[in-house]
């Protein structure tokens, strides 16, 4: 995913199916300047992670 999809998906009220290594995640906040990503995953919210935007996945 690009950092611009992923900032879209961020700020979108619609909740959109995104994975991270094949889990379903939520994305809370995205940085463009690292093109990293704050998630959780859809299972277990408490779980927050920072990951790159380029390895999350719309379906």
Do not use: C, W
Request: no cysteine.
């Amino acid at each position: 995913m690009n950092v611009t999809r992923a900032q879209q998906i961020a700020q979108s009220p619609d909740m959109k199916n995104v994975t991270y290594n094949g889990k379903s995640v939520y994305i809370e906040h995205v940085d463009a300047q690292t093109e990293m990503a704050t998630i959780h995953f859809l299972d277990n919210p408490e779980n927050q992670q920072r990951v790159p935007v380029s390895q999350l996945a719309e379906h």
